[in-house]
């Protein structure tokens, strides 16, 4: 399996632009989570799915995001209108099924820069 | 949540075994220790868990205290490679599918 696919790698945009994530993850898992990363919050969990619904959005910032999951080969993580403070890195994971000893695999991440 | 405590930063002379340590005083019993590990530029890669016992793997060994409220995680012969951040995490049943990255600790490999 080529693990989970994240796309764009790098993405550069300005203030007020909207900006689209892209996750595919491994095939067969059932769980699909999307975190952010900043050098001062760290990594934190946003918001995972369950079988293409989602589960728990508590970690999303605000209303200016949103996350879906049409189909279990795809979810997307949308920031409408970015701000200079959404530039993160942005990772996406898939576990196979949701138990605390399951093992999470990691995209290679996205790396926003809002300007 | 529980909360685990880990060193800023630790150095290591390059194939010397390093022990990477983690408190976890408010551990409950259905908690399972997780380790994951940040290469620069990469998302984090799964290293190692655990619940009571000490486990080993081809990347690494963990050794649980008795009381289970701290952890070691021990790289048997440190490489260039291995200089990562390293994540000590708590799973536990009501919260399983979600992890709690602290700020780790940052590893350095001297060569």
């Known amino acids: 399996d080529a693990g989970v696919i994240q796309s764009p790698r790098h993405e550069v945009t300005e203030m007020g632009q909207e900006v689209t994530l892209r996750c595919k993850p491994i095939?067969?898992?059932?769980?699909l989570f999307w975190y952010r990363q900043t050098m001062m919050r760290g990594l934190e969990l946003l918001i995972y799915?369950?079988?293409?619904?989602?589960?728990?959005d508590s970690g999303m910032p605000e209303d200016r995001f949103s996350a879906k999951m049409p189909n279990a080969s795809f979810s997307t993580l949308k920031i409408q209108p970015s701000e200079p403070r959404d530039s993160a890195v942005y990772f996406c994971?898939?576990?196979?099924?949701?138990?605390?000893?399951?093992?999470?695999?990691f995209g290679p991440g996205t790396r926003l820069l809002v300007l | 949540d529980a909360k685990t405590t880990q060193p800023n930063s630790m150095e290591s002379n390059e194939e010397e075994p390093v022990h990477l340590p983690c408190n976890h005083s408010?551990?409950?019993?259905?908690?399972?220790i997780h380790w994951y590990r940040q290469l620069p530029s990469q998302g984090p890669e799964y290293v190692i868990h655990?619940?009571?016992s000490n486990v080993n793997n081809r990347m690494a060994s963990l050794a649980i205290a008795e009381d289970r409220k701290s952890s070691t995680l021990i790289l048997h012969r440190a490489t260039l490679r291995d200089a990562a951040v390293y994540y000590c995490?708590?799973?536990?049943?009501?919260?399983?599918?979600?992890?709690?990255f602290g700020t780790g600790t940052s590893l350095t490999v001297i060569p």
């Open positions: 995490i708590l799973r536990d049943r009501g919260t399983g599918n979600q992890f709690y």
């Open positions: 408010t551990i409950s019993g259905t908690d399972y």
């Open positions: 994971a898939s576990s196979l099924i949701g138990l605390q000893q399951e093992t999470q695999y």
């Open positions: 095939s067969g898992h059932d769980y």
């Open positions: 799915f369950n079988n293409n619904v989602p589960i728990d």
């Open positions: 655990g619940l009571t």
